[in-house]
T-cell receptor, first 112, second 115 residues
């Protein structure tokens, strides 16, 4: 099976940097994805890491260390609109979308 | 706005009712999914369709019956539900099951309440 752990809540101010950690234990692993979900909205894809290292997409970056079964999502220059829940998710087979298992989610609250 | 459209947005049904949730995408994706999400919890996979064939059923009770009439449509038929089935039901699609780095595109979901 799969289990993923991430902090339940993080609070930060506008302009700050937030790092959301995700540790996982899986029977099979091909990649770590991150999704953002605003209250009442649909989860939206942010990033996918299959190889070790840092992937940067604008203000958001994602990191993976396969040897440590660990990844993180880095949110820079926080904006009010970044207040949302962020989920890490594991792909147990060689396709980012299929049979994803999600972590419990981290609720990020951005304050003025 | 999302590219995956779900109807209805809200649904209230009694335990003896039969209803259906509908999902549509026109991105040419060949994999479609149903997820269930309880409040403040992550989405949980229910079913995966690949090229209109059911490929994964995550031991979902038979009171939930999926159907994929064509590559753009996905239905979830509901019958004799229990109050604990109340949740947000999310449809999603991806390019296909096995393409590297093919993310899920979610719809906004149907908020289901079983009374």
């Amino acid at each position: 099976g799969q289990s993923l752990e991430q902090p339940s809540e993080v609070t930060a101010v506008e302009g700050a940097i937030v790092q959301i950690n995700c540790t996982y234990q899986t029977s099979g692993f091909y990649g770590l994805s991150w999704y953002q979900q605003h209250d009442g909205g649909a989860p939206t894809f942010l990033s996918y890491n299959a190889l070790d290292g840092l992937e940067e997409t604008g203000r958001f970056s994602s990191f993976l260390s396969r040897s440590d079964s660990y990844g993180y999502l880095l949110l820079q220059e926080l904006q009010m609109k970044d207040s949302a829940s962020y989920f890490c998710a594991v792909s147990p087979i060689k396709a980012a979308g299929n049979k994803l298992t999600f972590g419990g989610g981290t609720r990020v609250l951005v304050k003025p | 706005d999302t590219e995956v459209t779900q109807t209805p947005k809200h649904l209230v049904m009694g335990m003896t009712n039969k209803k259906s949730l509908k999902c549509e995408q026109h991105m040419g994706h060949r994999a479609m999914y149903w997820y269930k999400q309880k409040a403040k919890k992550p989405p949980e996979l229910m079913f995966v369709y690949s090229y209109e064939k059911l490929s994964i059923n995550e031991s979902v009770p038979s009171r939930f019956s999926p159907e994929c009439p064509n590559s753009s449509l996905l239905n979830l038929h509901l019958h004799a539900l229990q109050p604990e089935d109340s949740a947000l039901y999310l449809c999603a699609s991806s390019l296909d099951r096995l393409t590297y780095n093919s993310p899920l595109h979610f719809g906004n979901g149907t908020r289901l309440t079983v009374t």
